[in-house]
């Protein structure tokens, strides 16, 4: 959000992040990209003017933050992922490493006021102005920081919805309504919402204009590509699919509220597992996330077993899920990660959301979209796309006006009938 806040104010942003390194909107290197390293590779870069870097626990533990400051930075959280690895055993501990990236804050710490350990967070930083974001209205520290002529970001009631406001030297800036933002699903996403929140505060301590900022929230959707594996929505099968890379509890609990609150006629059908390498008190805690609320559940593992056997994963879940109620008979254990998805696509029914929390994201989201109900005519007959694949395997399309599409969606002109 922030780095395409960036790009509509006018800046080219270089971009760190879980699924690789971005310069101005454009992927320029696959993979998990979010320690010192791809830090590095991005300032690096010459075409940027303004750097966004997600910085991992595990790089800072390893490394550090590879840049000695940073103008603006922001925690969001710190949740009970990942403990017991590295000597990282306890969430104190592990506030301790994350509040790294604002003790080297310069200009503004961006800081969570409703999670207690990012709150404390405030008195290790030397950043000229703390701005503390807040969906609760009446949380007293925030309160008294504004009246004091603090800045903050909140979540304000009002009769067209909920609006996100800030607040800055003693003025009052309403900003803009959460069901204007795409990536809220008209508000319905709560965690998006907070999301918008933190990339608002951070790019208004960052000095970006307010229309810019408006402009940006307004034209950023999650989309597989603009977002690729963070709430991408597929409409397009009787069902609807819904497409996470949630992979602890925190995030699955998070998917999990966001499909009650959409309205669905059928049955609520959840694929999930858990990375290998967490412990198995992790691995029930995602159980606990999503028991009792979905009609059916597809266990998996991930590619990568990190250290554990083919199915302990899928099998830790799914007792997890038994004992605390959920049916036998609503749980499918399917270890590979491709069956498991194929299968709650053929077991969806019109009217009904199948919630994927996916570790293969390209992968999966082709195969969300490439999939067919069993009786449905070929593409040709339906007058959509016809798939067709280079010597390359660069998969494009050719529509029915002849022109090539490629998997992002560009047109362009063929150049010859081959």
């Not at 293969?360 to 959509?384: S, Y």
């Given at each position: ?156 009631a009002g009769v067209n919805g909920h609006m996100i406001t800030l607040y800055d030297k003693s003025s009052h800036i309403p900003l803009m309504w959460t069901h204007l933002i795409p990536a809220t699903l008209e508000g319905r996403a709560l ?96 159980a606990d996330a999503v028991a009792g609320r979905f009609d059916r559940y597809v266990v998996r593992r991930d590619d990568g077993l990190r250290g554990r056997d083919g199915d302990e994963v899928p099998r830790i879940i799914a007792a997890a ?98």
């Open positions: 959000m922030l780095a395409h806040i960036a790009k509509m104010a006018g800046y080219t942003p270089g971009l760190t992040t879980t699924d690789g390194v971005y310069i101005d909107g454009q992927r320029t290197v696959e993979g998990d990209m979010t320690g010192p390293v791809s830090a590095r590779m991005v300032l690096a870069d010459p075409q940027i003017d303004l750097a966004v870097l997600e910085t991992a626990r595990g790089g800072l533990l390893r490394a550090g933050m590879g840049v000695p400051e940073v103008d603006v930075a922001a925690v969001l959280n710190v949740q009970s992922d990942h403990l017991g690895l590295k000597g990282i055993d306890t969430l104190e501990q592990l506030a301790e490493v994350k509040r790294i990236v604002v003790e080297v804050a310069r200009d503004c710490a961006v800081l969570n006021a409703d999670d207690p350990n990012v709150l404390k967070m405030s008195g290790y930083t030397d950043a000229k102005v703390i701005c503390y974001v807040t969906m609760n209205l009446s949380h007293p520290l925030v309160r008294e920081h504004v009246r004091a002529g603090g800045r903050a970001c909140a979540l304000e965690h998006n919402v907070q999301n918008a929140m933190f990339a608002a505060a951070l790019a208004f301590s960052l000095g970006i204009k307010l229309d810019a900022i408006r402009q940006g929230l307004r034209t950023f959707d999650t989309t597989f590509f603009q977002a690729p594996g963070r709430m991408n929505v597929f409409n397009e099968h009787p069902f609807k699919v819904l497409m996470d890379y949630g992979h602890n509890a925190h995030a699955v609990g998070v998917m999990t509220d966001l499909a009650q609150r959409l309205d669905v006629t059928g049955r609520r059908i959840v694929v999930l597992a858990g990375p290998g390498d967490r412990r198995d008190d992790d691995l029930r805690a995602i899920l038994r004992e605390r109620g959920v049916p036998a008979e609503a749980i499918d254990v399917i270890p590979d990660e491709q069956q498991a998805v194929d299968h709650a696509l053929r077991s969806g029914r019109p009217g009904d959301l199948v919630l994927i929390f996916a570790d293969a994201l390209t992968r999966t989201w082709k195969q969300i979209t490439k999939f067919r109900p069993e009786g449905a005519p070929p593409a040709a007959e339906r007058g959509e796309p016809v798939l067709l694949t280079t010597p390359a395997e660069e998969a494009i399309t050719v529509d029915m006006e002849g022109l090539v599409r490629d998997e992002r969606g560009i047109r362009f002109a063929r150049e010859s009938d081959d």
